[in-house]
């Protein structure tokens, strides 16, 4: 049974076959507003009414000005980004007190135009990186109005405590500022997600040990939390007045940071949604997901995979909570690509290094968008370490759409070369996919024995029972009959290579001969585009 989880971020499915038809009040607004969609577990970003794919980059933390933007969109270009993922800083736009100053809003709106380019806005605000450090000025010279939290042995912490109901209601004031701008600047959705705060949680200390937080970590659990869905992931029961400690044991200072972390930011999401209700969402600093680590050593508070339920049940705003992958090793990185890609939860990596392509293709195929962080840092722009993914985005930006509608169709199977394992087979219904990785070669030539990472990757997009494209590198793609055609003898019927332009496959040549006769189309550095249709004997 096809089922769909409708929450106040999420439309169902059939209201997108509905607004496709043209059968609904949204159809008829010019450029509806971005949404996600999700069915079955897998999720569409619509924009402009149609599943949108992020191929995003992220500027550096200190590149929202005037001055520092035309670097931003030279990488952007060359790039072949669709996205730009960009912060606007609340010391900036809100330099005195109760002063707005949208100006440069403005300009990254006529800039990301003119370049046909769509913004992610990164609200740097209470938090960025744990810290305060993106408060404005007459905020931080008030420290007992704006306070920091406190640590266990009772010295200050240079994190902005979630208790602070007046840094609060401040935030949620100039983030519903901004809202509020975005909707009369922005009626055509250049914006296309809004990012609130970054990184939030504290690094030094598990939560606030201050008088006040203490009061409120010795009160009863929320209801609200005792009676979400929450309870049963984390594995705790708890009735009505039980405190945090009876309820939560040795996870309740982490478990108490994270609730009140999460609910601060609803309540300035919530505010900011009221006036103009574009997806928002969290980003991540990660913890390691293999090891079940002290919260002590990594950022307490934030939607680390352990507390992912309790942020569900807290900030219903937010639409996503999207990890940052920084942490090193396929393990790790594929389990944290699992734990955030839920039925509740697209996924959204808003921030990597620049050397992880090796993971653009399962992100694509479990998620709605992709960005590495920094692309316009001068060391990065000199040795042109965005050169690998440009080549990538060249190829798919032209046929993103397409991608993020057969993603949502449940079209799309991919696969990366792991460490000491060449070979994968990919379950495509009436044909596997063999997937052999490494250095390949054609007849006539000899294969490249230069040592080289594990860094194959392939995409497949099931388009019918026997037709496929399938996207690669360092991989060799082939195939075998299943079910009652298995042990069949087989053959291509044509593997076309081409690429996509105006949403339609742009025919280049036919590949044969030693070009696939020696198991199957090989694809080496250079990311390419294949049609193959298969026939059995
Ligand atoms: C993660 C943060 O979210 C970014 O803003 C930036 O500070 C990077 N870390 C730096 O590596």
Request: proline share 7%; with cysteine.
């Amino acid at each position: 049974m096809k089922h769909q989880m409708l929450t106040k971020c999420t439309t169902a499915a059939l209201a997108f076959a509905a607004l496709l038809s043209g059968s609904t009040l949204w159809a008829q607004t010019e450029t509806p507003l971005p949404q996600l969609v999700e069915q079955d577990g897998r999720h569409a970003l619509l924009v402009d009414g149609k599943p949108y794919l992020v191929l995003g980059g992220q500027s550096s933390n200190s590149s929202t000005w005037p001055k520092m933007l035309p670097g931003v969109w030279q990488v952007v270009e060359e790039m072949h980004a669709n996205t730009l993922e960009i912060p606007v800083y609340w010391e900036q736009i809100e330099a005195e007190p109760g002063k707005y100053d949208f100006s440069i809003v403005q300009l990254l709106l006529d800039q990301a135009r003119e370049r046909d380019v769509r913004l992610i806005l990164l609200w740097f605000a209470t938090w960025k990186n744990g810290s305060n450090h993106y408060m404005p000025e007459w905020m931080k010279l008030q420290p007992k109005k704006y306070p920091n939290i406190t640590g266990k042995d009772g010295k200050p912490v240079d994190s902005p405590s979630p208790h602070a109901t007046a840094t609060m209601e401040a935030d949620a004031k100039a983030f519903t500022e901004l809202m509020k701008y975005l909707k009369e600047a922005d009626p055509q959705h250049t914006v296309i997600m809004v990012q609130v705060e970054n990184e939030p949680g504290s690094w030094g200390s598990v939560r606030d040990y201050s008088k006040e937080a203490q009061r409120l970590f010795n009160q009863p659990v929320s209801d609200a939390l005792l009676r979400s869905a929450a309870m049963k992931e984390l594995g705790a029961t708890g009735k009505s007045g039980d405190t945090w400690t009876e309820v939560f044991g040795e996870n309740a200072d982490e478990y108490f940071h994270a609730w009140s972390v999460a609910s601060y930011i609803e309540y300035v999401a919530a505010a900011g949604k009221a006036v103009n209700p574009l997806p928002l969402y969290v980003n991540v600093a990660l913890r390691d997901p293999l090891t079940n680590p002290a919260p002590t050593s990594y950022e307490s508070g934030g939607p680390t995979d352990n507390v992912i339920p309790i942020w569900k049940a807290a900030a219903p705003s937010i639409c996503l909570l999207a990890p940052d992958i920084y942490l090193q090793g396929d393990e790790r990185v594929l389990k944290v690509i699992e734990l955030y890609a839920r039925q509740d939860n697209a996924l959204l990596v808003p921030e990597t290094s620049s050397d992880r392509v090796k993971y653009l293709y399962e992100i694509i195929g479990k998620g709605i968008g992709y960005a590495p962080f920094g692309i316009d840092a001068p060391d990065k722009v000199a040795a042109r370490q965005h050169a690998p993914l440009a080549a990538e985005y060249k190829l798919l930006a032209p046929m993103a759409r397409q991608l993020a509608q057969w993603n949502f169709e449940g079209r799309i199977f991919t696969a990366v070369e792991l460490e000491n394992k060449s070979e994968q087979t990919i379950d495509l219904g009436k044909w596997e996919a063999v997937l052999q990785f490494g250095p390949g070669h054609t007849m006539g030539q000899s294969p490249d024995q230069k040592p080289r990472p594990a860094d194959g990757k392939a995409m497949i997009v099931r388009l019918g029972d026997n037709e496929f494209l399938a996207i690669g590198t360092h991989c060799r793609f082939t195939f075998r009959p299943t079910g009652k055609d298995a042990g069949k003898a087989w053959q291509y019927l044509k593997v076309e290579e081409g690429y996509y332009e105006n949403d339609e496959f742009q025919f280049v040549r036919v590949l044969n001969g030693d070009q696939t006769d020696w198991d199957g189309p090989y694809i080496g550095d250079e990311p390419t585009l294949l049609h193959i249709t298969l026939t059995t004997r």
